[in-house]
């Protein structure tokens, strides 16, 4: 089988992260413990996902022309991600995300875009190539909206599968999920874009059909340790987690979307797809770190046969 070619249009940072106790309240200060300076950015942990499984995977994105940029195309570009479309921007430093992790794995996040929010839709544009070659197009919100709909608009003309992961959450118009294959939410996201809260009246399921009734095919919201529900036009489904000791959830939301992007690629239905997804995500959230933590195609594949 040839291998699932999979472009992902994002984000780029260096994740500084600190272990702690607990997440610190306003004005708090907190003694934390252990510390990670690693590569970061929904994109590019995204790509670096899909890489591990084994998709040949192309990121368009914007770093700073300074060492944090290098560092990050490097590190990027040793995981097995195409980095020629990556620009080195020198209007603007490299991205940055503060990170608390505390004892149960939970974290707080603080993103600096930098080059991110200069990442265009000429810059989508430039990578037409990339995209008429891949299968599927995966994009998230740290980068500019218009470059977000550019890429949509690009990937739909040239027929590809196209998922999004609407995180940060952040308000858009309903026109904009038009020609979204795959929405991916998680709970709070899912509930700002409806303008609703889920609960024991309006459920998942109902939130995941008031969404694919927004232009969007199929949905999947993602539930961390209570797994996923998705929707597509013919049925609902309730997908049970993977149960691990959780060290650090920072980037189990990019590493789900990854898998399934690749997963979708190779042309599993969306059940298999989000099942696939959930396995590699669990393994993720055993380890420190972002992009550290993506698992290779043989450790997902072997923790679902143990289980």
């Known amino acids: 089988m040839k ?6 249009v994002g984000s780029s940072n260096t994740d500084m992260v ?5 997440i610190p309240s306003p004005g708090e200060t907190v003694l934390g413990g252990d510390y990670v300076i690693a590569s970061g950015g929904k994109g590019a942990n ?9 998709a040949e995977t192309i990121l368009v994105a914007r770093v700073g022309h300074d060492i944090f940029g290098e560092r990050a195309v490097a590190s990027i570009g040793a995981a097995g991600v195409n980095t020629k479309y990556i620009i080195h921007d020198s209007s603007a430093p490299s991205g940055m995300a503060l990170i608390a992790v505390d004892s149960t794995g939970q974290n707080s996040i603080v993103v600096a875009p930098g080059a991110n929010a200069n990442l265009s839709p000429e810059d989508v544009n430039n990578a037409r190539d990339a995209f008429q070659e891949c299968d599927v197009v995966a994009l998230q919100f740290e980068v500019p909206l218009v470059t977000v709909e550019r890429a949509i608009a690009l990937a739909k003309e040239l027929d590809k599968i196209v998922i999004l992961n ?19 939410p998680n709970e709070v996201e899912a509930s700002m874009i409806l303008g609703r809260e889920i609960n024991a009246s309006f459920t998942h399921a109902d939130a995941a059909n008031a969404l694919r009734k927004k232009g969007v095919d199929a949905v999947v919201i993602t ?5 996923a529900v998705a929707a597509s036009h013919d049925r609902i489904q309730e997908i049970p987690p993977r149960r691990v000791k959780a060290v650090d959830t920072t980037a189990a939301g990019d590493c789900f979307t990854g898998a399934l ?3 979708l690629g190779e042309g599993k239905d969306l059940g298999q797809a989000v099942y696939f997804a959930n396995a590699a995500a669990a393994l993720s959230v055993t380890r420190l770190g972002a992009q550290t933590s993506m698992p290779t195609r043989q450790e997902v594949d072997s923790f679902i ?3």
Do not use: H
Not at 3 to 8: A, Y
Not at 171 to 184: H, K, M
């Open 223 to 227: 539930l961390g340790a209570e797994g």
């Open 261 to 263: 992007a690749t997963a």
């Open 166 to 184: 609407p995180a940060p959450a952040r308000s858009f118009p309903d026109y904009f999920l038009r020609g979204v294959d795959v929405l991916i």
């Open 46 to 54: 995204q790509a670096v996902a899909s890489a591990r499984l084994g």
């Open 305 to 307: 046969k143990k289980r």
């Open 18 to 22: 600190i272990q702690t106790p607990k």
């Open 3 to 8: 291998p699932v070619k999979v472009v992902v």
